[in-house]
């Protein structure tokens, strides 16, 4: 029997129907920016493998990290413990956060590192008798699966089954030139109900790689600070050079109270959850009073295996020629922008460092389960590429390994879907 048959009889995917769903392709090794399949295809990642390999697959380095720890220790509880990869890898990523962040506080995934942000804010207020129960977002937001996290995320076909039970958030659109003097008024409206404000800086990922300016998210920052609101940086996807620099957030002037990351912090290895957070934050939770503790943790917090993973992706996310890699492939996605922004068939082709997303026309239906996007990721895996529409739109957000005939290779076959579709 092949892997996508005994699939079948015993598995339930995520974000598939799957009465419907094609036979999930069955993956059998990967190496660098590539994946093989058991039919014997070689499938470009174009990526990142749901967003989260920065440097290849199967990176020897990584490897033989985690290798190595597996013969030293492979968890250690985290409440009254700790050990080495925890520590050096705390250490390892406030030195290159805003200078702001000073605590790093362990989960596994992305989703759980905004309960913790949400929880950390909810709780600031809370241990200092102060009644802030609403959180400000974007409208189109996504920050994970769990309820909280969702809550916070626009709401959407997605959350529908659940909307009753979201918490209330203010949502707002991303600020521009045009509505930021608004959308500040609106916070001050509010001011003394908001606990925090929690944002995607400057790319708003799952709903299509919407892009926005650095310097209007920075004015809401600054007025959410200076009304006492906390904020609250969901890299979970932007961070470890996505956007071009090592942190979106670099892009700012005015830093977040609180970061969250996951995704590309073990290379895509191993799942591990960060949030970190200001002195200010941290000391609001110090107390001889038990009541005012952060009452959260998850059996894998700050595994040993994926501190490991991270540390090792660490290593070569520092070295020159990774920084050299983004620069290339930003430079080519500009490249390839330039050429076929244009086209009549595109509606918009926006981009930030490695990180390019071309938008179809909007044609009778453009959703998520548009008919559009099923024909865009079959044409491509039919090239061997996995390029994975968010409806009418296609991003490529590539391993930074990637080849530039790689890339090439892929454009070209873009121009190609931009003649069929
Ligand atoms: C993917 C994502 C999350 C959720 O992370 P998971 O590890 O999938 O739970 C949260 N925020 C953003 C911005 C994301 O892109």
């Known amino acids: 029997m092949t892997l996508a048959q ?28 590539y994946l093989f399949t058991e ?7 174009a990526i990142s493998s749901w967003w989260v390999n920065i440097h290849g697959h199967a990176h020897p380095h990584i490897a033989q990290k985690v290798f190595e ?21 705390a250490e390892k ?11 790093v506080f362990y989960t596994d995934n992305g989703s759980t590192a905004v309960e913790v942000a949400l929880k950390m804010s909810l709780q600031y207020w809370s241990n200092q008798n102060q009644k802030r129960l609403k959180i400000l ?5 996504y920050h994970g699966d769990t309820f909280g996290a969702m809550a916070v995320s626009g709401r959407s076909a997605f959350t529908a089954p659940f909307d009753a039970l979201l918490f209330d958030v203010i949502f707002i659109p991303t600020p521009d030139e045009r509505n930021v003097k608004t959308l500040k008024s609106q916070i001050t409206h509010h001011q003394s109900d908001i606990a925090c404000f929690i944002f995607e800086p400057l790319v708003q990922g799952a709903s299509g790689m919407l892009m926005y300016e650095a310097e209007y998210l920075d004015e809401l920052i600054l007025h959410c600070h200076s009304h006492n609101i906390l904020t609250i940086a969901d890299e979970v996807m932007t961070g470890f050079g996505r956007t071009g620099k090592l942190f979106a957030t670099d892009y700012l002037q005015h830093k977040p109270d609180i970061m969250c990351f996951s995704k590309g912090l073990t290379g895509g290895t191993m799942p591990l959850g960060l949030t970190t957070c200001s002195q200010n934050i941290y000391e609001a939770f110090l107390s001889t009073d038990k009541l005012k503790t952060l009452f959260h943790g998850h059996s894998f917090t700050a595994n040993p295996v994926a501190c490991a993973s ?17 620069i290339r492939i930003t430079a080519q996605h500009h490249a390839f922008k330039l050429k076929i922004q244009k086209h009549p068939k595109l509606k918009n082709v926006r981009q930030k460092g490695t990180i390019l997303a071309i938008e179809w026309q909007n044609n009778a239906d453009t959703s998520y389960f548009s008919d559009l996007r099923t024909q865009l990721y079959d044409f491509f895996i039919s090239k061997n590429i996995i390029l994975r529409p968010l409806g009418n739109i296609i991003y490529i957000l590539p391993p930074y390994c990637i080849s530039n005939t790689d890339l090439n290779y892929i454009y070209e076959q873009i121009e190609l879907a931009l003649e069929i579709f």
Do not use: C
């Not at 039919?39 to 990642?45: A, E, F, S």
């Not at 990523?93 to 605590?103: A, E, M, Y």
């Not at 977002?137 to 937001?141: D, I, L, V």
């Open 69 to 89: 720890q597996l013969q030293t220790l492979e968890h250690a509880i985290f409440a009254g413990f700790t050990h080495l990869g925890a520590i050096d890898l």
């Open 310 to 326: 991270a540390l090792a992706s660490f290593d070569i996310l520092m070295q020159p020629q990774t920084m050299l890699n983004i």
């Open 6 to 33: 005994r699939d079948l009889a015993v598995i339930w995917h995520p974000y598939t129907q799957m009465l419907t769903a094609a036979t999930p392709i069955g993956i059998k090794k990967g190496e660098g920016a």
């Open 93 to 103: 990523i406030l030195s290159i956060l805003p200078s702001n962040q000073r605590k």
């Open 39 to 45: 039919n014997g295809h070689k499938l470009i990642d």
């Open 137 to 141: 977002a974007f409208e189109n937001a």
